[in-house]
Each structure stands twice: as structure tokens, then as C-alpha cells.
């Protein structure tokens, strides 16, 4: 196989990796359940911070971009089989529009090449972490403004139940993630 077909398996590849992670988001948000001020708790932020881990920041937000554009454009990807400009207007479009950031910030933290163990989880763990406080001040700030609250009620509806629940996405996320990433690197030499 001469280089120039091997970049383009190495590109046909990434895009398929895109491809499958924009799906996997789509689907895991659908797995839904409904919270306080009708902000449901879904698993595609967990799908987000896992497109991060696995394909790395640059990968893991273009599927992300991908996603957002799809339900955007009308695509009902989006929770409740949803889809078009008007969801991302609603008082939740703020989650919506910080995923990239999100999948962007898990990414850097797999992203780094550190020996030691322990600091190689910290990383990953702040950058999770990150990505996550991206997502809620985002969404807590657009349904203030959407739903004209004050920052203690758009905290106590947009963040405060969710944060458990957050923590444990980060967690499972970043076991899981390092996991596949790990398997997919020995399997077929996925360049994270």
C-alpha cells in the first residue's frame, strides 16, 4: 500500500469514527428522563464527553459540530426525536450549543501524552470536569435569559440536579472512554 492510499484510509477512517460518534450521541440522547423546569437528564452529554475521550479533541468536537448541525437543519436527533432551529432556541439550547466545547475540553485532557498514571487521570479528569462547567454555565445562562430567572432559580433548575448525576457521567466516561480508546489503539491503530 503506497502513502498517498494510506492517508486516505487514514482519513476515510476518522471519518467514519465522526460518523459513528455523531450517531451514538444521537441515539443516547433519546434515553431520557424528565427533570425540574423541563430540562430532561440525558446520556448524550455522556456521549459527548466519550467522543472526546475516544477520538480526541479536534475528532471528538467535529462529531459533536456534526451533531449540533444535523438537529439544527432539522434532524431529529435531538432529544425526544427532536430536531430543527426552534429546539436549539428553546431554554435548553444553551446545553446544546456547548457540547462541542465540552467534547473539546474531555478531548484535551485524553488528549496529553503523560508517563505517570496518576497525572495522566487528573488531566483527563479536569478536562472532563471543564468540559462539564462549560456545559452548565452555558445552559444555565440561556435559560436564565430564555426564561428570564434569576441566577439562584436558573441554578437551582439547570444545575443543581444535575450535578450528581454529572459526576457519575464523568467518571463512567472516563473509564469507559479510556477503555475503548485503549482497544480501538491495539485493534486498528486509531491515532486518538
Known sequence: MDLKTRKFNLKLRDMCFVAIFTAVTAV????SIPMPLGVP???????????GI????????????IYVLLGALG???????????????????????????MALCAGIGADLRI????LKNAVLASGLIAGTAINFICGM????????L????AFMGFVMPFILTSVLQIIFAGAFGVSVKRILKKVIHLDG
Open 54 to 65: 475516544v477520538l480526541g479533541a479536534k475528532k471528538g468536537a467535529l462529531a459533536v459540530v
Open 75 to 101: 434532524v431529529p436527533v435531538f432529544t425526544g426525536f427532536q430536531g430543527g432551529f426552534a429546539v436549539i432556541l428553546r431554554h435548553t439550547g444553551g446545553f446544546i450549543l456547548s457540547f462541542p466545547l
Open 141 to 148: 445562562f440561556w435559560g436564565k435569559f430564555v426564561l428570564d
Open 28 to 31: 443516547l440522547a433519546q434515553v
Open 115 to 118: 508517563k505517570n498514571i496518576w
Open 150 to 153: 434569576s441566577v439562584m432559580n
Open 41 to 51: 437528564l440525558t446520556l448524550q452529554t455522556f456521549a459527548v464527553l466519550l467522543a
